[in-house]
């Protein structure tokens, strides 16, 4: 499933060669400051295509102290399809780039959008290992003012079909985020917000951090910009 992940990243790639538009996207860079960690997290996303198939490539990651600088980088490549202008299909390749080991994925995707201030996303991942993993998260965006300001609820989650002891990770449902951030556009490409998150452990993950002493839970204060172009 890797390898034709891998074709299908390659199948696309002349697709970016003769692309209409290629956008750049930091949706996240910002720094956390609450109880435990401090972490650093960032998110972008660029992409290249037309109308109804494009090259997306993703990266985030972070550190776990307010440092900027990264400790592991999760990067995928996806070939997307967009049957219409609300919906992508995407296929490809995720490598984790992390202390003690990398880690290769395939993965498949689904985006969509409800209407013009909601959309939501969810990941399938099927590691080298043979374990199967997913995420998925839902984003509003509701303007409160016609200066460019924007309050952003997301809800965000994972997922392990099995327990995978060596991550960490028990089976069923492993993690939720819920986070608020009030974002200020400053013209038409670059952005500033602050903000709050709650990140919990769930199920039989948390009663594996608990076992190992730790709290499975923190909530933090956001400081952070993005832009788009």
Known sequence: MIAAGAVAILSFTSVAAHAQ???VEVDLFELQEGKG?????????????????ALVLKAE?????????????????LAAFMPNDSTSFMAG???DFRPGGDLTYAALAVEQSFGSILEGEHFFFLSENGDLTGEGQIVAGIPLTPGGLTVEPRLAFGWAAQAIPEEEVGSGLTDTELSLRLRQAIGPVF???VGVVHERLIGNTRDIARANEESGQATRAILGAGLFF
């Open 191 to 193: 952005n500033v917000y």
């Open 37 to 53: 960690d401090d972490p650093f997290v960032f998110d972008t996303t660029v992409t290249a295509g037309g109308d109804r198939h």
């Open 93 to 95: 390749v995720r490598h």
């Open 21 to 23: 538009a290629v956008s």
């Open 61 to 77: 990651g972070g550190n776990e102290t307010a440092h900027l600088s990264v400790e592991e980088v999760t990067s995928m490549a």
